[in-house]
């Protein structure tokens, strides 16, 4: 047989070298890529990226079998500190990012929408530095109907002993993240997140059972033509949104995508471009969506993609909590969209 000239065979090896190494590029290497470092802080952030990217696997098996288990679809007849029924996927979801962190030595304390208090691990908290603020299930009603869900995590360093338990230094501004994310359970399981230095998402590869980088340093576009809103809320909003909302529908260019749940339609915008909104209503002027492990997070992440995410007066990012479970409006994408509905807010047009 001839043997094919010696500049192709090198070709050819250099795609399967890439090829491979792309396929061992996991979260947890990537992390330490990104730092540039094996330094104790860039282990401790590879090390929790790896735990939540378990937390991600374990919600993924679990869903991809729902419908076929005893007891894990539907309500548990609880409700949550927010007042909201609580499914019975939001308790497993919740507990399993407790259990991939105990005798983690990484996080002390995790708080998240299902739990009233944070939730301390005693035996990570003399060297636990971190606190992970997580929902566990975010659009927990596309649950029984096998639609889209995600989880979103933020991860922030712990300032002081916290000594009396009240988590006073959680109550700061969005900037204090030091990595966020999501995971998305769609037609494959997804992992996206940010260390502060660009955008980053992995595929899960079932037949490994690891995520694998799929797209580096994600650029959000300018401008998409998606707008993602609750149209249903139209008669509580305030006038502005009505009228920016009017302008949509009269202007061509713009398409409604709304899954119920904003990791997917957050997911979408990144790729894709356009805008979201959880704007307050009459009856509720902040809104719905949680500022801490909701919107900061999904904030990070935008802006480190070149998006913004705004209350519509403030950066979101800039926002500090007074309290754990806060909510706020939020308008977040492509900084040209986020721009048009900013203008509606501030200038009425
Ligand atoms: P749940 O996780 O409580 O289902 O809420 C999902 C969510 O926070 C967000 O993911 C959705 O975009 C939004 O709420 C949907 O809320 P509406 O049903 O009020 O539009």
């Known amino acids: 047989m001839a043997r094919a000239p010696e500049s192709l065979e090198l070709n ?31 282990q401790d952030l590879s090390a929790l990226m790896n735990r939540i990217a378990l937390a991600g696997k374990l919600i993924a098996r679990r869903l991809s079998r729902a419908g076929l288990m005893e007891g894990v679809l539907g309500f548990t007849g609880e409700v949550n500190v927010q007042g909201e029924s609580v499914k019975k996927m939001d308790v497993y979801a919740n507990d399993v990012f407790i259990s991939v962190f ?17 939730y301390y691990i005693p035996e990570n908290c003399p060297i636990g530095r971190y606190t992970l603020l997580y929902d566990p299930i975010d659009g927990s009603s ?5 639609l889209s869900l ?10 002081g002993s916290d000594l009396n338990g009240e988590a006073a230094d959680l109550l700061a501004s969005g900037r204090q993240q030091i990595a966020a994310g999501y ?18 998402s992995f595929t899960l590869d079932p037949s490994l059972g690891e995520f694998i980088l799929t797209e580096e340093n994600i650029r959000i576009p300018d401008h998409g033509s998606v707008y993602s809103v609750n149209e249903g809320n139209f008669w509580q909003w305030d006038e502005p949104i009505r009228e920016y909302v009017r302008y949509v529908h009269r202007t061509e260019g713009y398409t409604a ?7 997917s339609d957050i997911h979408r915008i990144l790729l894709q471009g356009g805008v979201f909104l959880y704007p307050g209503t009459l009856p509720k002027p ?28 403030m950066d979101i990012l800039e926002v500090v909590a007074k309290k754990l479970h806060q909510r706020t409006p939020l308008i977040i994408g492509s900084p040209k969209d986020v721009a048009k509905v900013e203008s509606f807010i501030q200038n009425g047009h």
């Not at 105990?102 to 944070?118: D, H, I, N, Y």
């Not at 596309?142 to 096998?146: K, R, S, Y």
């Not at 969506?289 to 935008?302: D, G, K, N, Q, T």
């Open 12 to 42: 050819t090896n250099e795609v399967a070298d890439k090829a491979l190494d792309r396929d061992c590029t996991t979260l947890s290497r990537h992390v330490l890529q990104q730092l540039q470092s094996f330094s104790p802080q860039a």
């Open 102 to 118: 105990k005798q983690s030595g990484l996080v002390c304390r995790l708080a998240s929408e299902e739990m009233e208090k944070p």
């Open 142 to 146: 596309n649950t029984d109907t096998n």
């Open 150 to 159: 995600g989880s979103i995590f933020s991860i922030r360093q712990q300032e």
């Open 183 to 200: 995971i998305l359970y769609g037609p494959s399981t997804m992992l996206v997140y940010t260390i502060g230095r660009g955008v980053h």
């Open 257 to 263: 995508r709304y899954s119920g749940a904003m990791v």
């Open 286 to 313: 902040e809104g719905k969506l949680r500022l801490l492990y909701e919107s900061a997070p999904l904030a990070f992440v935008i802006e480190q993609a070149g998006g913004r995410a705004t209350t519509g007066h």
